[in-house]
């Protein structure tokens, strides 16, 4: 505790100024690296669990990803719609295709099926349907490994 | 450039509240932004839009169906295999020793028989049960066993149209 008036002037104050730069900067570069999207795993989604399932192995090819909603919506690529909808229709159409060109043909691609756990099985099977309609054959039905 | 004498001693004063508020900010922001993400892990079904062709199999599956009626808010209310029902407190439970009954040694070379599976199921069924199912009547770990360990029992698995 200083009583008496300082006549000297500090000239050698640590400036905090970059150190808060720096730290931000931090911030900055993890909030770019904390994933937040919900492309492949949409936290909407919860999957039924299951003691025996087969953890998928790594593979350069990506597969289809489809995942159902409790209340029987589909989500494709991040975008939710109807199974019974034209634009689902098509876009499976197109993946089909892009799909196809890589794995040979629409036969070969692997189908993983996220479905919440409270979905109907009936919706369930009609998107499943709705696949071997655009001449999917392959499906891994997904789920929480106990 | 300023040039002067300096003939005090120069203190230099570090302020940590600062510092210490930011560091808390991070801390805080990363515990918020933790994600524990469970794995997860696939049942490999083939179902091909037409039915196959007449393979030529020498022995003929033994078909199997699996009848799964809803209550009304989709829960399981009864669970019948080929018209036996599974009775008990856990009908998940009895149909995996029915299954494991009818293939004590697994599946492949060793094996007595070759099962196919159908699945029926209500509607409006929660899908859980399905998987449930699928985890029962596909296989099982043996206890002690590693995590690769798994006796598979039945992997033809196929699904009927769903009932209204």
Same mark, same amino acid.
């Given at each position: 505790?200083?009583?008496?008036?300082?006549?000297?002037?500090?000239?050698?104050?640590? *400036?905090?100024?970059?150190? +808060?730069? +720096?730290?931000?900067?931090? +911030?900055?570069?993890?909030?770019?690296?904390?994933?937040?999207?919900? +492309?492949? !795993?949409?936290?909407?989604?919860?999957?039924?669990?299951?003691?025996? !399932?087969?953890?998928?192995?790594?593979?350069?090819?990506?597969?289809?990803?489809?995942?159902?909603?409790?209340?029987?919506?589909? %989500?494709?690529?991040?975008?939710?719609?109807?199974?019974?909808?034209?634009?689902? *229709?098509?876009?499976?159409?197109?993946?089909?295709?892009?799909?196809?060109? %890589?794995?040979?043909?629409? !036969?070969?691609?692997?189908?993983?099926?996220?479905?919440?756990?409270?979905?109907?099985?009936?919706?369930?099977?009609?998107?499943?349907?709705?696949?071997?309609?655009?001449?999917?054959?392959?499906?891994?039905?997904?789920?929480? %490994?106990? | 450039?300023?040039?002067?004498?300096?003939?005090?001693?120069?203190?230099?004063?570090?302020?940590?509240?600062?510092?210490?508020?930011? $560091?808390?900010?991070?801390?805080?922001?990363?515990?918020?932004?933790?994600?524990?993400?469970?794995?997860?892990?696939?049942?490999?079904?083939?179902?091909?839009?037409?039915?196959?062709?007449?393979?030529?199999?020498?022995?003929?599956?033994?078909?199997?169906?699996?009848?799964?009626?809803?209550? @009304?808010?989709?829960?399981?209310?009864?669970?019948?295999?080929?018209?036996?029902?599974?009775? @008990? @407190?856990?009908?998940?439970?009895?149909?995996?020793?029915?299954?494991?009954?009818?293939?004590?040694?697994?599946?492949?070379?060793?094996?007595?028989?070759?099962?196919?599976?159908?699945?029926?199921?209500?509607?409006?069924?929660?899908?859980?049960?399905?998987?449930?199912?699928?985890?029962? $009547?596909?296989?099982?770990?043996?206890?002690? @066993?590693?995590?690769?360990?798994?006796?598979?029992?039945?992997?033809?698995?196929?699904?009927?149209?769903?009932?209204?």
């Amino acid at each position: 505790m200083r009583l008496h008036k300082e006549k000297k002037s500090e000239e050698f104050e640590p *400036d905090m100024t970059p150190m +808060i730069d +720096i730290v931000f900067q931090l +911030i900055a570069f993890f909030m770019v690296l904390v994933n937040f999207t919900k +492309i492949d !795993a949409d936290n909407r989604v919860d999957l039924p669990v299951s003691s025996i !399932a087969k953890p998928p192995g790594k593979s350069d090819k990506q597969p289809l990803m489809l995942q159902m909603t409790e209340d029987g919506q589909v %989500i494709l690529a991040g975008d939710t719609m109807a199974v019974e909808s034209q634009e689902f *229709d098509s876009r499976l159409f197109r993946e089909s295709r892009r799909l196809g060109a %890589i794995w040979g043909e629409a !036969a070969n691609v692997p189908v993983v099926v996220r479905g919440h756990m409270n979905a109907k099985t009936g919706d369930i099977q009609e998107l499943i349907t709705k696949c071997q309609s655009k001449s999917f054959q392959l499906f891994r039905l997904r789920a929480k %490994i106990k | 450039m300023k040039v002067r004498s300096r003939d005090k001693n120069d203190k230099i004063e570090l302020q940590m509240t600062p510092m210490i508020d930011i $560091v808390f900010q991070l801390l805080v922001f990363f515990i918020m932004t933790f994600n524990v993400v469970k794995k997860e892990g696939d049942f490999n079904i083939l179902m091909p839009g037409k039915p196959a062709d007449a393979t030529l199999t020498e022995v003929a599956p033994t078909k199997l169906q699996l009848r799964m009626t809803a209550a @009304g808010d989709g829960s399981l209310a009864s669970m019948t295999l080929n018209d036996v029902s599974m009775a @008990g @407190g856990d009908p998940f439970q009895a149909l995996h020793q029915d299954i494991r009954g009818k293939l004590p040694n697994g599946s492949g070379p060793a094996s007595d028989a070759d099962y196919e599976i159908e699945i029926k199921c209500d509607y409006g069924l929660k899908y859980e049960n399905v998987i449930k199912a699928i985890n029962a $009547v596909n296989g099982y770990r043996p206890p002690g @066993g590693d995590e690769e360990d798994i006796v598979t029992l039945i992997d033809k698995i196929r699904f009927a149209a769903p009932v209204k």
